[in-house]
């Protein structure tokens, strides 16, 4: 994933705590945190001229822009967005409780598992109407991320990025490096750079999430999408052999890490890629924050992790996806599909990147005149994609990822060797959590 906003402009330690997600909401509650209500109480959305929307952008960049494509709408349609604006990380701890009491008629959130979870639970409304008027805005893979298990469209998709192996393009000149498109290429790389004198992978987990982002590379190119989010709902097993072949690959690419990594932050670990002390870095595109220097800025360049299994190639891309939701019972229902329609627009889109370019557009129609480099390189990466994901966090349950799998696999980065007992381990408290409500 990336730092909680999936953009550069939000500080890392927020990232672990939205982990906590919507199965802390009701303990929260119990002890006394306030939760989340509507915006303006109970009546406020009733006027037919008002929508309201229950917004996590609390950070300046991203509330800003909000605010500039809120008001392009206003002009258009005459309908004024009240924008209830909480702590991001509030917002995450306690949504559930929020999205079960009285809650704002459309609300910020992530594609993927994260929005069939409420969709299933009957805390979302259906939005077909407005896919049929926004659907030709968007890619076959982005559609299948807004849709619930049952078929029906839940989320309109506003902004995203991918990860990918991010280098700089003058040290692979230097060096006479290239671009590895296979898992024998990679090792070889890495082999080539140590040998060099260089960090081959730059790598920092002091806060946990980063490990799950080189686990779904491997699992996904290795045993492909539909088992990759089958294991994240918890629907295949730990202990399947497949899962197994995932780590006996990453213990392979293991040595080539950056040494300290369990006390190195992730922009850390960027500042060595920048620094040219490391070759590779397999990170979010949010990574182009460190690169404060804009020669180093426009040497900085990616490629999609290498293929594994040739029936799998390359075709899954990990995107993780913001975007729009409807509540249960929104007051102002036509009001909320006329903002959708329009949220659901390259017009919005562009919008709203004037004011946050360190993400880019959902749709692939988004006119990107305006981006740089590495966010065209990004836009078409995404909108080739075959398949996308949310990134662990947001593709499973988030108890389930925070108590099991964080410290699951920095178990594993410490003693690769132990593998067999923790899939074992990992499976029985999966079971233990999926079967729980």
């Known amino acids: 994933m990336s730092p909680s906003h999936t953009g550069p402009s939000v500080p890392s330690p927020s990232r672990r705590t939205l982990l906590?997600?919507?199965?802390?909401?009701?303990?929260?509650?119990?002890?006394?945190?306030?939760?989340?209500?509507?915006?303006?109480?109970?009546?406020?959305?009733?006027d037919p001229k008002t929508v309201t929307v229950g917004s996590n952008a609390s950070d300046a960049v991203p509330k800003k822009a909000?605010?500039?494509?809120?008001?392009?709408?206003?002009?258009?349609?005459?309908?004024?967005?009240?924008?209830?604006?909480?702590?991001?990380?509030?917002?995450?701890?306690?949504?559930?409780?929020?999205?079960?009491?009285?809650?704002?008629?459309?609300?910020?959130?992530?594609?993927?598992?994260?929005?069939?979870?409420?969709?299933?639970k009957k805390l979302a409304t259906p939005v077909d109407d407005v896919w049929a008027r926004i659907g030709d805005n968007f890619p076959d893979a982005m559609k299948k991320?807004?849709?619930?298990?049952?078929?029906?469209?839940?989320?309109?998709?506003?902004?995203?990025?991918?990860?990918a192996v991010f280098y700089r393009r003058s040290l692979f000149r230097r060096h006479g490096y290239e671009i590895p498109t296979s898992w024998d290429q990679l090792v070889a790389l890495c082999k080539r750079m140590k040998r060099d004198g260089l960090?081959?992978?730059?790598?920092?987990?002091?806060?946990?999430?980063?490990?799950?982002?080189?686990?779904?590379?491997?699992?996904?190119?290795?045993?492909?999408?539909?088992?990759?989010?089958?294991?994240?709902?918890?629907?295949?097993?730990w202990t399947d052999p497949k899962v197994r072949a995932v780590f006996d690959h990453w213990a392979e690419l293991l040595p080539y890490h950056q040494d300290g990594f369990m006390g190195r932050i992730w922009?850390?670990?960027?500042?060595?890629?920048?620094?040219?002390?490391?070759g590779m870095y397999l990170v979010g595109s949010f990574v182009a924050q460190q690169f404060t220097d804009k020669s180093a800025l426009d040497d900085l360049d990616f490629f999609p992790f290498p293929e594994m299994n040739p029936a799998y190639g390359q075709e899954t891309v990990e995107a993780p996806t913001d975007g729009y939701m409807v509540s249960k019972a929104p007051k102002n229902h036509a009001g909320v599909v006329k903002l959708l329609e329009y949220l659901g627009t390259p017009a919005a889109e562009e919008l709203y990147l004037k004011g946050d370019p360190s993400v880019v557009a959902a749709s692939n129609k988004a006119d990107t005149s305006a981006y740089s480099p590495l966010q065209k390189k990004a836009f078409d990466m995404i909108g080739s994609a075959k398949n996308l994901t949310q990134f662990m966090d947001r593709d499973s349950r988030p108890d389930f990822t925070s108590?099991?799998?964080?410290?699951?696999?920095?178990?594993?980065?410490?003693d690769p060797k132990g593998v067999d007992g923790l899939l074992s381990s990992i499976e029985r408290q999966k079971k233990t959590i999926f079967t729980s409500s």
Not at 20 to 46: K, N, T
Request: charged share 15%; net charge neutral; proline share 4%.
């Open 20 to 46: 906590r997600g919507a199965s802390s909401a009701a303990l929260l509650a119990g002890a006394g945190v306030p939760l989340l209500s509507a915006c303006g109480g109970s009546g406020a959305a009733a």
């Open 66 to 120: 909000f605010e500039n494509v809120y008001a392009a709408f206003r002009k258009q349609s005459g309908i004024t967005v009240h924008v209830n604006t909480k702590d991001h990380n509030t917002f995450q701890e306690q949504i559930n409780s929020y999205l079960q009491g009285t809650p704002d008629d459309v609300f910020n959130w992530f594609a993927g598992y994260r929005m069939q979870f409420f969709a299933a």
């Open 145 to 163: 991320l807004s849709k619930g298990e049952d078929g029906k469209y839940y989320f309109v998709p506003m902004t995203t990025y991918p990860w």
């Open 199 to 237: 960090v081959p992978i730059a790598f920092g987990d002091k806060d946990a999430w980063p490990a799950m982002g080189t686990f779904d590379q491997i699992n996904f190119r290795l045993n492909g999408y539909d088992f990759h989010v089958q294991l994240m709902a918890g629907k295949a097993s």
């Open 267 to 278: 922009q850390d670990a960027a500042q060595s890629l920048a620094a040219g002390q490391a």
């Open 403 to 414: 108590t099991v799998m964080q410290p699951a696999l920095q178990k594993f980065l410490q």
